[in-house]
């Protein structure tokens, strides 16, 4: 998910940067600011933020033997 936003926001920053606009706050959302914000989303993501609950059972949602397992 984390990802997806620092895609998202990468992709906001190359529109204003080709439009050449800085939505009348050119201190605020700048292309560096809007590229950092990307990079820490995108950073999250690969130190494994955001990737949801690993509780406990490890996917295992069966009891006992493994049916079909003869």
Same mark, same amino acid.
């Given at each position: 998910?984390? !990802?997806?936003?620092? #895609?998202?926001?990468? =992709?906001? !920053?190359?529109?204003? /940067?080709?439009?050449?606009?800085? &939505?009348? #706050?050119? /201190?605020?959302?700048?292309?560096?600011? &809007? #590229?950092?914000?990307?990079?820490?989303?995108?950073?999250?993501? &690969?130190? =494994?933020?955001?990737?949801?609950?690993?509780? #406990?059972? =490890?996917?295992?949602?069966?009891?006992?033997? %493994?049916?079909? %397992?003869?």
């Amino acid at each position: 998910m984390l !990802a997806i936003l620092a #895609a998202i926001v990468f =992709g906001f !920053a190359l529109l204003l /940067d080709f439009l050449n606009s800085n &939505l009348g #706050a050119p /201190d605020l959302f700048n292309n560096w600011t &809007l #590229a950092l914000i990307g990079f820490l989303l995108l950073s999250l993501y &690969l130190a =494994g933020v955001g990737s949801g609950l690993r509780g #406990a059972g =490890g996917g295992r949602w069966y009891r006992g033997r %493994r049916p079909g %397992r003869g």
